[in-house]
């Protein structure tokens, strides 16, 4: 099987958590045989080559983080320029988030189903995973227990072709958070969160209160 893999990801590679996860899973996925070839949607000298692979390939994932509860503009830019197949290409994705649960990322992965038929696919499946913010920030051992987990998932991938095994919708992790987590969190959020973005919206040269609503 070969893979056409599409980071959709406006940071560029080196910045990009969703390229760290890919580097994982794709490590996993060629341990099975499976090839790929990869392309960036932040670099815009890439599209003409990302269209032409779409239309060549039958087997493609969609790799994106989750922006402001949606897909990235500049992934949805690109695909707006890309005409339905109805070839029996499969098309399945990964969505990755900051905020860790999973009830955050339903939305979107509904929206990613209807999109994989838009584009006259079949729809095989997305892998939802929030706890991705700090990818970024770790080196080493850190990363690694973050990141490290995809190359399961990458097998996995390529044992069934799709993401629509249990072990897939395990990977999620909690739903939501138990109560004692939200009001713990809900509890950081009113104190040291919020002394946090007054400090920084301080120093960009804010003299208002963040709840500041001069509209309404
Ligand atoms: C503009 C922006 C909007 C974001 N919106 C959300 C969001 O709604 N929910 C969430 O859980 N994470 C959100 N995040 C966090 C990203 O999904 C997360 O950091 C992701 O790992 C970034 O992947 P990337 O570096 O490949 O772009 C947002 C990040 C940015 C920069």
Known sequence: MHVL?????????????????????????????????????????????????????????????LYVECIPGRLM??????????????????????????????CGEAYLEI??????????GTLVKGDNFSIRFFEGEQRERVTGPYTEMGREYAKNGDFKSE??????GPEVFPAHIRFLVGLLQKTFA?????????????TKALDYRPYS
Request: one cysteine or more; hydrophobic letters at 40%; glycine letters at 8%.
């Open 5 to 65: 893999i599409i980071n959709g990801s406006p940071r560029v590679k080196a910045y990009s958590n969703t390229d760290k996860i890919l580097e994982k899973f794709t490590a996993g996925m060629s341990e099975n045989g499976v090839t790929f070839e990869q392309y960036e949607v932040a670099d815009a000298k890439q599209w003409e080559k990302m269209r032409e692979a779409y239309y060549n390939n039958s087997r493609i994932i969609i790799a994106l983080p």
């Open 77 to 106: 830019e690109f695909l707006e320029t890309l005409e339905p197949k109805n070839d029996g290409t499969g098309m399945a994705f990964i969505l990755q988030s900051g905020f860790a649960e999973g009830i955050q990322l339903r």
């Open 115 to 124: 999109l994989a038929r838009k584009l006259g696919c079949e729809y095989l």
């Open 167 to 172: 072990a897939c919708k395990r990977f999620t």
């Open 194 to 206: 919020k002394k946090m973005f007054k400090k920084i919206a301080r120093n960009f040269g804010c």
